[in-house]
């Protein structure tokens, strides 16, 4: 029998109300220890998903908080098992005391995500829902709430499925004339493999020129807003955020040791790394020169680099210029109110007409065309989200990036009309990878760190 496991599922802090899940076959046994309703009717005979009201009482016999509890009887809950949920007061005392009261009555506290975990585990939903889960939990933009809640309801592991189903087929079909060779004409077999392995990778590769998107929106865009003192970084950044009333918030990576920086700029996430203070003192503009900006690029899925238009290019920019090459990047070139010294069709013939962008951080000449491309670069031409199906996260990513990579070496193989032994093993690997992405043949120490990026209580 599995433990049954509680949390408190609302967030910790003031709030009217508080919710303390219990889950598990004990459940039930657990919820009417502690709870008695006010009819005097044991919770168990009421019909499951009956709001319940009533009191928790101590071991002691005495009240602890006025409260409703629910039963919901397996299958039907968020893990798919039997769940008791008791709605509290929102304060921390009467949520801890009720928790303690369900560890006391039987039940163990849940670990980070493995209220989620059980629902995958019990077939409910799918990885990439579970990953869903946390992503609406945590998500910032509405743009990525949007795909997080899309892809809940499972349209990644749809089409994904698919796309195995159709690879399954190609293996059954293959193994059919390995053991049946005399019904095989080669010619038809490998050009159906071709053909079947050619729409696969069609779709695997559609789905990674999206990852980008899904991604950034999952993740933010990791900028470095990078350029030698004085250049006009931190005007460029105020003239962006005033432009688009951008969220900000500040907090420490819980990763690394960097202060990290959300905003979000008309729908689109950034993540400024190292930023500390650059809104409100001068005194990082000090200290980020060359070797600063180097460290920041590093890490940057977007460079802005901000040179001063009014000045020339001096051997520091030019440095900077140099280390953003063959990064994804833009230059502004900046102070654009004051007259151009820079040579702009230089810079444009180094780094592409579109990437080199003339602004005036003060006039805010210019501010909204930057703010147009940044979204452009993120979200593609049509500026808003298709329908369809999005990866998430770096992990879907690579798995499927090394499917598409198996599957190009079945074609290349098809193509040469090596001996279908050869595809078929290829063909099974990317099968393999694409169930990992969606958990149906994923190992247990993938799934133990997916959930443990879960908080308690999910
Ligand atoms: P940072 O060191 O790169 O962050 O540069 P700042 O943003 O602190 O700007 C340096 C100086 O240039 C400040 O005095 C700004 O007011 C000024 N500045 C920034 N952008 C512009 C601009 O587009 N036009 C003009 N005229 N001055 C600017």
């Known amino acids: 029998m599995e433990d049954t496991i509680s949390a408190v599922i609302t967030a910790l802090g003031e709030g009217a109300v508080g919710i303390v899940r219990v889950s598990g076959e004990g459940a039930l046994a657990v919820g009417e220890k502690l709870f008695k309703a006010a009819s005097g009717k044991a919770l168990g005979t009421y019909a499951p998903n009956t709001l319940v009201y009533g009191h928790v009482f101590d071991a002691d016999g005495s009240l602890v908080d006025e409260v409703l509890a629910v039963y919901m009887r397996a299958p039907k809950s968020y893990t798919a098992e039997d769940v008791v949920e008791i709605q509290c007061h929102g304060g921390l005392q009467s949520l801890k005391k009720i928790l303690a009261l369900t560890y006391t009555a039987g039940a163990r506290p849940a670990e980070p995500g493995e209220f989620t975990k059980r629902a995958f585990l019990n077939g409910r939903i799918d990885l990439t829902q579970a990953e869903a889960v946390m992503d609406i939990i945590r998500s910032r933009s509405e743009a990525s709430l949007k795909l997080a809640a899309r892809q809940q309801q499972g349209q990644l592991a749809g089409e994904l499925r698919r796309l195995r189903k159709d690879l399954v087929d190609v293996v059954v079909n293959l193994e059919a004339v390995i053991d049946y060779p005399e019904e095989d004409i080669e010619d038809v077999t490998y050009g159906r493999v071709q053909e079947s392995l050619g729409s696969c990778t069609d779709a695997i590769s559609n789905l990674l020129a999206h990852a980008h998107t899904g991604k950034i929106l999952r993740e933010g865009l990791r900028t470095a807003i990078v350029g030698r003192p004085n250049v006009g970084k931190s005007s460029l950044l105020n003239a962006l955020l005033k432009e688009d009333r951008a969220i900000v918030s500040q907090y420490a990576g819980t990763t690394r040791d960097v202060i990290e920086e959300q905003l979000l700029l008309d729908g689109v996430p950034l993540v400024l790394a190292d930023t500390a203070g650059i809104r409100s003192t001068d005194d990082f503009v000090e200290k980020i020169g060359v070797e600063k900006s180097r460290q920041l690029l590093q890490e940057a899925e977007l460079v802005i680099c901000v040179v001063d238009g009014s000045e020339g290019l001096t051997g520091e920019d030019e440095e900077i210029l140099k280390a953003a090459e063959g990064k994804p990047c833009v230059i502004i070139v900046n102070k654009s109110d004051l007259g151009m010294q820079v040579d702009l069709v230089a810079l444009q013939k180094r780094f592409g007409e579109d990437k080199v962008m003339t602004l005036s951080a003060k006039t805010l000449s210019g501010v909204e065309a930057f703010s147009a491309w940044l979204k452009n670069y993120v979200y593609g031409s049509e500026g808003t ?70 908080c308690i209580g999910k």
Do not use: W
Request: net charge negative; proline share 1%; with cysteine.
């Open 385 to 454: 989200l298709g329908e369809g199906a999005y990866i998430q996260n770096s992990r879907q990513e690579n798995l499927l990036r090394q499917a598409l990579s198996a599957l190009e070496d079945a074609a290349t193989a098809a193509d040469n009309m090596l001996p279908y032994d050869c595809i078929v093993i290829d063909v099974r690997t990317a099968i393999d990878l694409l169930g990992e992405i969606t958990g149906d043949t994923v190992q247990d120490e993938i799934i133990n760190e997916i959930f443990s990026r879960f």
